[in-house]
């Protein structure tokens, strides 16, 4: 079945590339604008190359490393479950995200449990606060 766009009868922009391809820079822009976030599989891998730029480690590997630094699961910090341990460490990770990549915050929220980029801002901040105040430590 062939879609197309009701007024015009042109056939409809797809936004999905072909296995092994990303879309073409216009159809990327125009999802963003549409979606106001990135839309798939395809747009995830778009962050995740950001995340593991040679600057410094990628999100699964600050995820692991995160994760074992305080004796949890890294399905346990991406979970919602809202336990103090898993704050710290979630903290932790958003802190480090920002600072060890170019993430903004609205990624890191999408990549550390889909949150919003304010509930990532507002934890990165409060590891500053501990950090600077000595009862943590990276």
Known sequence: MNRTNLRSGAPLARFRAPAGERPPAPARALARTIYG???GPVFRCDILEVASR???PGFKTMLQQVAAKHQVSA???LSPRRQAYLQLARKELF??????????YPQIGRLVGNRDHSTALHAARQYAKLLAEGRVHI
């Open 54 to 56: 040679p600057s410094g």
């Open 95 to 104: 802190f480090r995200l920002r600072h060890e990549t170019t993430l903004s």
């Open 37 to 39: 976030a990135p839309i």
């Open 75 to 77: 399905n346990e910090i």
